[in-house]
């Protein structure tokens, strides 16, 4: 068999691995309140409307190995309802960080799952504008890929 290469080198397409790039949908504080209607819209556009589609993710500035992980939220009750809620915001429910089983836990606990106010805080750095921290989030929310 006659080699028809002459010299030139051949490109092995098994050893060639081209890795796509694909934007992640996320949400998360950028230098404006994050609102509740932009949170049910981000979820309903870009999470097809199904809660279990979308993760919470802690933000690097979380200190998850200190018992207060944020500046604000744990200065009440040890275990006491924000204390929980926060904690399975940063944590998740078992392990489990999509907001289904989070917001589900939680309304458990009289934390409303149309307006979560715990989620909300996260977010946007604070229960109110006047935190000393409000404007710096401490998670993100993240659209998981779906197998098609």
């Known amino acids: 068999m006659q080699n028809t290469n ?8 098994a050893s060639s691995t081209a890795v796509a790039t694909v934007a992640v949908p996320t949400l998360q504080h950028t230098g404006t ?5 932009q949170l049910w819209a981000f979820i309903n556009e870009q999470g097809g409307g199904n809660l279990h589609n979308v993760q919470v993710v802690p933000l690097p500035n979380v200190q998850l190995d200190q018992a207060q992980p944020v500046p604000f939220g744990f200065n ?3 275990g006491g309802v924000r204390h929980q809620i926060q904690t399975w915001l940063l944590t998740g429910v078992n392990g489990n960080t999509s907001l289904a089983a989070i917001l589900s836990a939680a309304s458990k606990l009289g934390h409303s799952a149309k307006r979560p106010n715990c989620l909300h805080a996260m977010l946007n750095g ?6 000393a921290t409000w404007g710096t989030g401490y998670v993100k929310l993240v659209v998981q890929p779906q197998a098609k």
């Open 6 to 13: 002459k010299g030139k080198a051949t490109k092995n397409a």
């Open 33 to 37: 309140e994050v609102t509740y209607p």
């Open 76 to 78: 009440g009750k040890v």
């Open 126 to 131: 604070g229960y109110s504008p006047s935190s």
